[in-house]
């Protein structure tokens, strides 16, 4: 099966904030590897072509935290 390769730059001031981060991102189907970094402000994902970029950007958004750019294998991707 085939994957992707996300990268988020997201607004994160804390440990809390980056843990929960890590809690959505954990739970997701589909991930294959992840990374967040409070000190880079970015969470990078490797993914199952199988979870929509959608619906990682939304668990990402209902932690609260504002994410300013996103990446998708490579390339800008919108995030609003």
């Known amino acids: 099966m085939a ?3 996300y990268k988020f730059d997201i607004s994160m ?3 809390g904030c ?10 997701l189907d589909g991930i294959k590897s992840y990374n967040v ?3 880079n402000q970015t969470a ?4 199952d072509e199988s979870l929509q970029y959608g619906t990682l950007l939304e ?9 300013k750019s996103a990446e998708m294998d490579g390339q800008p991707i919108a995030v609003e």
């Open 18 to 27: 980056s843990g929960a981060v890590d809690r959505v991102i954990k739970r």
């Open 3 to 5: 994957e992707h390769n």
């Open 13 to 15: 001031s804390c440990s």
């Open 44 to 47: 990078n994902v490797v993914a």
């Open 37 to 39: 970094s409070l000190e």
């Open 59 to 67: 668990k990402i958004k209902k932690t609260g935290k504002k994410v």
